[in-house]
Nanobody, 128 residues
Framework: QVQLVESGGGSVHSGGSLRLSCAASGYTYSSYAMGWFRQAPGKEREGVAHIGSDGSRQYADSVKGRFTISQDNAKNTLYLQMNSLKPEDTAMYYC??????????????????????WGQGTQVTVSS
């Protein structure tokens, strides 16, 4: 059974940093596509960052240059390093995983509908 457990959220001032972690279990971690999403109250869940099984990365325009997604396959753990945080980054952050896509398949790595497995979320609050 696939399980994703996020940690590392908290409250910081604008300009601060946080590193989120997502511990994965129940599947062959390194073969899956992984992503970070966030959802603020009253808003839709949005894609923040994606890392493919081949190590390729994509980011939402709003976080490019500030956030970095990475993973440690030996630890089955996904990370999101968040720097220069802004109040608009305040949200519940979720880790997500899905089956690997075959080469040449077109899909949307930052779309929440593409992912099957989700963690419970970790709250990030940035004050001005």
């Amino acid at each position: 059974q696939v399980q994703l457990v996020e940690s590392g959220g908290g409250s910081v001032h604008s300009g601060g940093s946080l590193r989120l972690s997502c511990a994965a279990s129940g599947y062959t971690y390194s073969s899956y596509a992984m992503g970070w999403f966030r959802q603020a109250p009253g808003k839709e869940r949005e894609g923040v960052a994606h890392i493919g099984s081949d190590g390729s990365r994509q980011y939402a325009d709003s976080v490019k240059g500030r956030f970095t997604i990475s993973q440690d396959n030996a630890k089955n753990t996904l990370y999101l390093q968040m720097n220069s945080l802004k109040p608009e980054d305040t949200a519940m952050y979720y880790c997500a995983a899905d089956y690997p896509r075959a080469i040449g398949v077109t899909w949307s790595p930052l779309s929440a509908t593409e992912y099957t497995y989700w963690g419970q979320g970790t709250q990030v609050t940035v004050s001005s």
